[in-house]
């Protein structure tokens, strides 16, 4: 009696789960990026800064010639001063009901009002020193030592350095796996240089034409080499 024999085939597949790699493209941008303009009129007497020197934050970058405010300030000190006995004089009169109460309110009000304008000649002379609002660099020179200014009048173009972030543009397909906080790489176009970013917020509209999405990204630190307006490629990986 003849056996037959089955060869049983036992055929075993594995799957192998891997992440794929996408790229798009970024563009880095400061955070913090305004014109310094004057408050007031005057001489500019310094502008020590040019294009592309760094500053700290708290620094004068402008000084107006503050002769005429801080004469100012004198003479209404003085006035201050005046207004200040008168009513003390008339209070003095009130207690011992030999003075009128109108002449009392009249002596109190002038008193504030002088006080006022006290304060106002003090803030002036403050604004003959334009201070740096955060530590950067200067991206333009507008103004120039002695020229005559006006309120109002631009006169640096300055951004902070050490506040980068990053706008992406991705396919709105990729909102699939992208989320808050995910890393990923960026290669620098001017430097080729590896950096690490991460996602701060996904965009609130996508471009119905392209179909598209801009995220807001920041990069890790350090980042000493980065300068806004540099370009680089994005790789996100997707799982």
């Not at 430097?191 to 179909?211: M, P, R």
């Amino acid at each position: 009696m003849k056996k037959n024999l089955f060869l049983v085939l036992v055929l075993s597949s594995t799957t192998f789960l891997y992440a794929q790699e996408l790229t798009t493209r970024a563009l880095v941008k400061a955070v913090e990026h305004t014109i310094l303009s004057s408050e007031i009129a005057g001489k500019i007497v310094s502008i020590p800064k040019s294009n592309g020197q760094s500053f700290k934050k708290g620094e004068t970058l402008v000084k107006i010639d503050c002769t005429i405010y801080k004469a100012q300030l004198e003479k209404v000190k003085t006035q201050v001063d005046i207004a200040k006995e008168k009513m003390l004089k008339n209070q003095q009169l009130s207690q011992y009901n030999s003075g009128s109460k109108f002449e009392l309110q009249i002596s109190e009000l002038e008193y504030k009002k002088e006080l006022a304008e006290y304060n106002i000649a003090k803030i002036n002379t403050k604004r003959c020193y334009i201070k740096a609002p955060y530590s950067g660099k200067i991206v333009k020179k507008i103004a120039s030592k002695y020229q005559n200014i006006q309120p109002n009048q631009e006169l640096l173009e300055i951004l902070n350095t050490s506040n980068l972030e990053l706008e992406v543009i991705v396919p709105s397909s990729w909102l699939t796996f992208l989320k808050k906080d995910q890393k990923f790489k960026l290669i620098i176009d001017e430097t080729q240089e590896k950096l690490e970013a991460s996602i701060q917020d996904l965009g609130a509209l996508i471009d119905t034409s392209s179909q598209t999405i801009s995220l807001r990204a920041k990069p890790i630190l350090p980042y000493d080499t980065l300068i806004p307006g540099m370009s680089a490629t994005a790789e996100f990986k997707k799982p």
